[in-house]
């Protein structure tokens, strides 16, 4: 099963086997380092994007109520991530069921 | 410069033969270079929304009170970074735990 903002990329783990050629050490390496980099990449955007969502001004510490609402932000934007993952998913199923009985 | 690491004269500690290319040494350099790009895009990204949050029409110089907005930004900014960075591995460990 696809694990949350796994939106796929052309550094997916099981294209790392060419790269790093025959040495196993340097594809072991190459793929921790891709899975690492994408979670970064993932914290950079919902930073950025939660940052718009749930900070007033600045101030000398970050407060309980815009801490909960990081966190929400976060989680809600998984689940909108894994949400269209899934619904893709099942028009897609749905469209293919509509063309198999067209061909008939 | 960086031209030192490569090239056929360049041998690893181990005594290999002239030629070989340490992986090591490789991995480490791509490991720096990645905390390199991590760190410029954080600062990217920093300057852009405390540039919003801090700025309002420009002046002919940062005036006292942008000069302390934007560092109190910045601050907020790593905690909201970390808090993010904390949320989100929680998250993944929670789906791992689930599949």
């Given at each position: 099963r696809e694990g949350p903002g796994d939106t796929g990329s052309a550094m997916d783990a099981p294209s790392a086997a060419g790269l790093g050629g025959a040495d196993p050490q340097l594809q072991r390496f190459i793929e921790v380092e891709t899975q690492k980099q994408r979670f970064q990449q993932l914290v950079h955007q919902m930073t950025?994007?939660?940052?718009?969502?749930?900070?007033?001004?600045?101030?000398?510490?970050?407060?309980?109520?815009?801490?909960?609402?990081?966190?929400?932000?976060?989680?809600?934007?998984?689940?909108?991530?894994?949400?269209?993952?899934?619904?893709?998913?099942?028009?897609?199923?749905?469209?293919?069921?509509?063309?198999?009985?067209?061909?008939? | 410069g960086m031209e030192s690491g490569f090239g056929s004269d360049f041998s690893s500690g181990g005594g290999g033969g002239g030629g070989k290319l340490d992986p090591g040494l490789i991995m480490e350099q791509v490991k720096v270079q990645i905390a390199v790009a991590n760190a410029q895009e954080l600062l990217q990204r920093m300057t852009d929304k405390c540039f919003r949050k801090c700025i309002g029409k420009p002046g002919g110089a940062l005036d006292n009170s942008e000069q302390k907005c934007i560092a109190m930004c910045m601050d907020r900014y790593m905690d909201s970074w970390n808090t993010v960075s904390r949320a989100y591995n929680s998250r993944l460990q929670r789906e791992r735990a689930n599949m």
């Open positions: 950025e994007l939660c940052w718009e969502k749930c900070m007033d001004k600045p101030g000398p510490k970050l407060d309980s109520r815009a801490e909960t609402c990081f966190v929400n932000c976060v989680e809600r934007f998984i689940d909108t991530s894994q949400f269209i993952l899934n619904r893709l998913e099942q028009t897609q199923k749905s469209k293919s069921a509509f063309s198999e009985s067209l061909s008939d | -």
